[in-house]
């Protein structure tokens, strides 16, 4: 405990651990707990610290070992004989080459559970059962270079928001503040610098190594620790939390941390927020790099949200390497909306760099744009007014209910008023 005065000894269990077990067919339950408590008391080691247990695939229905994984929480690893067969291990037996098909399951198994950099600190020990027992078991540990605790650790996707701190949500915060690990482009853990404490840990990655950054939060995670993967913007609209979702669904479910995604501002709802209310009818949103989706799949897109009439917010509109596909979604937009539909470049937005310019389809200058750039393009109804640009909720010729609510009680008023006045002058 931590305090002024000594409350008693803190230890730390790292969960480091593999247990190997073989056992003959319905072994008991008790002799396998017994067998594993004196292995631990024999090398001098906690039970806290047991990552998982470790048996070859065809114990994976063993009910003295599936009681174990289920009443401890313990991760049950299995693998196939050919692979136990792989590895080197100090005590190999003939007979259990014989019966299994390798000459080692406990140490072997115990090997592959802990990794590459695992090593064997217990040697096999075999016991045999006491008076209302059956069976027999055979129990070795490794222990790996780094803790496996997924059933203690969290994967949390946090949406920065587009950099300025005052738009971050409360729940993003509150889950940055919960973790210790920080998972993300160097550039948006440079924006959330100053709400990181001295005990929270960076790990930064590189721009378009996406799987990358989703493999090391989940390794975290997998180890215990509470890890916030970050993306900028909200981390479920062009982020990281479907890859990062895509590889946890890989694991095995008893492999997998908790995983939570926390929404932010996405940059196409804080450029329509700068820009005045584009966004009052159906829009969509199209990501132009063709990096990770084929040009025919976006033009068909394309295509079909201009044929729409949706207000569309174009990602990722322009780069160095990408500088024609703005100039070809412009010609196929020209198609199907006036040459005024306004249209707002919003740059850096929610950075100290931020600007907002409003023009037109017919004027949008490709060569002015950038990847740091959010294309908003209005629909056949918007217009550009004192600087702002508006959509309609309904189209021309197509009053709508709510409108008409309104009008009637603007008007109701209004005969409210003169009767009040008339009734004052009379």
């Not at 897109?301 to 990408?322: Q, W």
């Not at 009008?407 to 004052?424: D, V």
Request: charged share 20%; proline share 6%.
């Amino acid at each position: 405990m931590i305090g002024a005065r000594r409350q008693g000894d803190c230890q730390w269990h790292p969960a480091t651990l593999w247990i190997g077990i073989g056992c003959e067919r319905n072994t008991s339950v008790s002799l396998v707990e017994k067998a594993i408590a004196e292995a631990l008391a024999t090398a001098g080691l906690a039970e806290e610290a047991i990552a998982g247990i470790a048996s070859a695939a065809r114990k994976s229905d063993e009910p003295a070992l599936q009681h174990l994984s289920q009443t401890r929480a313990w991760p049950f690893r299995t693998f196939a004989e050919h692979a136990l067969a792989s590895i080197d291990v100090p005590n190999p037996s003939e007979v259990v080459r014989q019966e299994m098909g390798t000459a080692s399951v406990a140490e072997a198994a115990a090997l592959l559970a802990a990794g590459e950099q695992g090593h064997l600190i217990q040697p096999k020990r075999i016991s045999r059962p006491a008076t209302g027992e059956q069976g027999a078991v055979t129990v070795a540990i490794a222990e790996a270079a780094l803790p496996y605790a997924p059933e203690r650790g969290e994967l949390h996707l946090v949406g920065s928001g587009p950099g300025d701190l005052s738009l971050l949500s409360g729940d993003a915060k509150a889950a940055l503040s919960r973790c210790c690990a920080w998972v993300g482009y160097s550039l948006y853990l440079d924006l959330l610098e100053p709400l990181r404490r001295p005990d929270q840990v960076r790990f930064d990655g590189q721009l378009t190594r996406e799987w990358d950054r989703c493999a090391e939060a989940l390794r975290l995670a997998q180890q215990g620790a509470k890890v916030a993967l970050i993306s900028s913007g909200d981390s479920g609209i062009y982020g990281m939390a479907g890859l990062a979702l895509e590889l946890l669904l890989q694991q095995p479910e008893q492999d997998r941390p908790s995983f939570a995604v926390h929404p932010g501002i996405s940059a196409f709802q804080l450029a329509a927020a700068r820009a005045g209310a584009p966004l009052m009818h159906d829009f969509c949103c199209v990501s132009l790099s063709d990096r990770l989706t084929p040009w025919a799949v976006i033009e068909k897109r394309l295509e079909a949200a201009a044929a729409g009439d949706f207000v569309l917010a174009l990602y990722n509109p322009r780069s160095k390497g990408r500088d024609w596909q703005l100039g070809h979604a412009k010609e196929i937009l020209l198609k199907h909306r006036p040459p005024t539909t306004p249209v707002t470049l919003a740059r850096q937005l929610g950075r100290a760099e931020e600007s907002r310019e409003l023009t037109s389809l017919e004027r949008l200058k490709p060569e002015s744009v950038d990847m740091l750039t959010l294309v908003l393009i209005g629909n056949s109804s918007s217009r550009a007014e004192d600087g702002w640009m508006v959509t309609p909720r309904g189209y021309p010729g197509r009053v709508s209910n709510e409108r008409q609510v309104f009008f009637g009680l603007a008007q109701a008023s209004i005969k409210t008023r003169q009767c009040h006045a008339n009734q004052e002058s009379g």
